[in-house]
């Protein structure tokens, strides 16, 4: 096995074509997540090392927000000059002064968010998982079909540099033949932010531990095979209170076409980890960790009996993965996780959810957008 | 979290009550794990630092096989006296020369073999999987209950220091409660044995890859979590022309009370690896290498954010399981990988094939022995 080539241009931006313009981003929610790494790697947050992991294709120029206070410090932090309200939003004011929006909150909220921005002729990065359901996803789809926008779903991993390169090995038949990936994404959703949130709310997040952390793997293996599943099999538990609704725990076993399976769980109550595994008759690869947003993973690939353990360059992935979608957008490129690919999961997991429930084998539905 | 205790006397015998006494033990089966590792195991094989492994408690004093030429070629390397073919182990011949025999080859002899010995009034060290189904096993535990002689089968990784010492820490609730096990055992078995062996035929294995090696991460989370399984979900894939009428490939997971679930898979076509993990509530330990025979494993063991990596003296691991069932003999214990503990095995192994058959969750069956 030669595998120099992987690692000679580790974290270069093998998708990029087009390296000038800006997409003026909105930001449409200022949850936790938006505050603490979208805005830090838009507008340039500083790193320990002194260097910064500003985006260089897009920044943000406003902020859609329910709390006028919230906005309004924020904005200041960063420089931003518009600040809507919802309403402000829908209606369509402000809207020369962004071409594209991000959208965060609540899952079952980023329909109607993504419907307004496609209305304004806006793009849409739309956080993961698209939507509660199969249906709205595919609602998003046609939204922003119609309006001809670009719709990307954020799914980091497809970015990060040790999850492409290990996509090329896989193409290119390093591992052999694929047999079966093992992946995992656990956390403590209650000591991160309490019992009160909208994760936590069904109608709201759609699903527990499944919907939030569990199809990163879910979206890793079909991005690594380049291949949908086919059936689920799959067991829920939410032993404790705070869950009641949704899965505290969830396993899920899928059948993908080759004889290929994925073994994954996922956790709101467990120690903090996520990785992957996989394995084929030549080889077999982990990166570990796999899913975190502020993840410096370590590739190892093992063939034979020869092994390579390999750590790249630290890159910030959500700055990667918001000048991928800007670039998406400046290119006229599909993003990989467009619509449809969101929309296979969100199939995946109506799979999983129905195996769960009724104990049976359960074949994920044809993507039909 | 205080770990220190658990690796201060890592590779301790916490078994071992008597240091006296002798067990002679009559090799049934001269299969090529028999040779190429108990043999030299239990006759004192030599290691590359000048050191052996050899047991303390037990001796080769018989061997069983349908080769004379075979036996007498072993004889002569150990010194052993008594040789027999099966007729004559059968009709009771030279059962003085020993007190125990060693049960190998293919998994559905086991039952006869066994029950013959016990008949002798031979205690019996049986291979894994004890028998092809779980009436067989039922009824090998019933002979030797019915003749007072002492089963145990030959799950290594039980005395495994390592595996040992994790149990310990799980027990003591080092990681919490258990939420998720992960495990995988694979390798290359044409390129190991070729297509012409038993373990590929189904009459004689009861299976592929799961009664062969995926039998390992199904008895260690048993083990780990000192619980049976309540039900089981599977899918097994056989695409190659060698591996018709046994699984090639098969993926399990298992529901286990208190909402624990274990993600596991084997195969017999795939890069050799074999490795565990255990996830908890506040911790979780990864095992690697888990299963294999002369594996040297590391245990990885996580805490919030504290982290210890060890790898513990090597052990021979069959001479440790030979000593530890001889000194089951003399101290008159019962082992802890005992008949009724491989019935639970074996029922498992039905509920997983029924699962890939049938598409539908299985529950596993009671253990009535």
Redesign the interface.
């Known amino acids: 096995m030669n595998l120099d080539a992987y690692f000679e241009e580790f974290a270069a931006r093998d998708w990029q074509t087009v390296d000038e313009g800006t997409v003026r981003v909105a930001l449409v929610g200022l949850g936790g997540f938006a505050r603490e790494h979208v805005l830090p790697a838009l507008a340039g947050g500083a790193r320990s090392d002194g260097t910064t992991d500003r985006t260089d294709l897009c920044e943000v120029t406003a902020l859609v927000s329910g709390s006028r206070e919230k906005a309004e410090s924020v904005a200041d932090e960063y420089g931003v000059d518009t600040i809507l309200d919802y309403d402000q939003f829908e209606a369509g004011e402000g809207v020369d002064a962004f071409d594209a929006v991000y959208v965060a909150g609540p899952n079952a909220l980023h329909l109607d968010y993504a419907r307004t921005a496609a209305g304004h002729g806006k793009h849409v990065l739309c956080e993961k998982p698209i939507e509660v359901n199969a249906d709205r996803a595919r609602e998003m789809v046609r939204a922003c079909e119609d309006a001809g926008v670009t719709l990307m779903v954020a799914y980091r991993p497809q970015v990060e540099p040790a999850m492409r390169r290990l996509r090329e090995m896989v193409r290119d038949g390093i591992?052999?033949d694929p047999?079966?990936f093992?992946g995992?994404f656990?956390g403590?959703i209650l000591r991160q932010a309490g019992p009160d949130q909208w994760r936590l709310d069904p109608e709201m997040a759609g699903g527990g531990a499944l919907m939030d952390v569990g199809v990163y793997p879910l979206n890793a293996v079909r991005f690594l095979l380049d291949a949908d599943p086919v059936?689920a099999?799959?067991?829920t538990?939410?032993?404790d209170d705070e869950f009641t609704g949704v899965d505290?725990?969830v396993?899920?076993?899928l059948?993908f076409p080759?004889?290929v399976?994925?073994?994954?769980?996922a956790?709101y109550?467990?120690?903090a980890?996520d990785r992957l595994?996989l394995?084929?008759?030549?080889?077999?690869a982990v990166l570990n960790p796999a899913f975190d947003s502020e993840s410096h993973p370590t590739l190892t690939v093992?063939?034979?009996d020869e092994r390579v353990e390999y750590t790249g360059p630290y890159v910030n992935e959500v700055a990667e993965e918001f000048d991928y979608f800007a670039h998406c957008v400046l290119a006229d490129a599909t993003p990989e996780p467009d619509g449809r690919d969101s929309v296979a999961d969100v199939e995946t997991v109506e799979a999983i959810y129905e195996?769960a429930e009724t104990?049976?084998?359960v074949e994920v539905g044809d993507v039909n957008v």
């Open positions: 591992l052999g047999v079966a093992h995992w656990s403590h059936a099999r799959a067991t538990h939410s032993p505290e725990h396993a899920f076993q059948e080759d004889a399976t994925a073994s994954c769980s956790s109550r467990a120690q980890d595994r394995v084929g008759t030549e080889g077999q093992e063939c034979g195996s104990g049976r084998r």
